[in-house]
């Protein structure tokens, strides 16, 4: 089921509720029914907030690789990764999801070099390999941009839960492969 029509049930679900409950207050404010659909209606949002935030991603102090700098920018990539959630869930049309999308790739690919930059610079053994990885990552975000043009919802959802998974198990991985190296370098 694509996020429009998630939304679309959400919203008549809604009016449902709130249309059997201004009945049930008119015929008969005292039938426990009806205050049963007040507070189902107003427990609505909570029950929907609880459902959507296992979609998002929070930052874990497990993360870390022991670089500030580059903690902060796994943070902001992580944020952007759930900006483009927001986008999605919501259905904020295809304007807004794509410069979600835009402003996650740019970024990314400023962290890359950035990552690339200190690696080189203190002359990172597995260098080569970490760059690898880096382009591998770009060019299926590259094939999820063009994903996008046939189908959106499936494309960006798909493109959310890769970039998720890829960005947890690339912390954990070989981030925290390079971060040791680094960080008996000087590197903070």
């Known amino acids: 089921m694509n996020n429009k029509t998630r939304m679309f049930g959400l919203a008549v679900l809604i009016l449902m509720l709130v249309t059997a409950a201004i009945l049930g207050i008119m015929t008969s404010p005292t039938n426990p029914l009806t205050w049963l659909l007040i507070g189902l209606l107003l427990l609505l949002p909570l029950f ?41 869930d919501y259905s904020t049309g295809e304007v807004f999801e794509r410069e979600a999308l835009d402003e996650l790739v740019d970024y990314t690919r400023t962290h890359f070099k950035y990552e690339e930059g200190l690696m080189e610079e203190h002359a990172y053994p597995a260098f080569e390999a970490h760059c690898r990885e880096h382009e591998k990552m770009i060019a299926r975000v590259e094939q999820v941009l063009a994903e996008y043009r046939e189908d959106q919802d499936r494309a960006m959802q798909d493109a959310i839960d890769f970039l998720k998974d890829w960005l947890i198990n690339h912390i954990n991985g070989t981030d925290k492969q390079y971060s040791s190296f680094l960080t008996e370098k000087g590197v903070k």
């Open 48 to 88: 929907h907030r609880k459902l959507t935030a296992r979609q998002y991603v929070e930052w874990k102090d497990e993360y870390s690789v022991g670089i500030e700098s580059i903690d902060m920018q796994h943070r902001k990539l992580l944020n952007l990764i759930n900006n483009l959630q927001t986008a999605v």
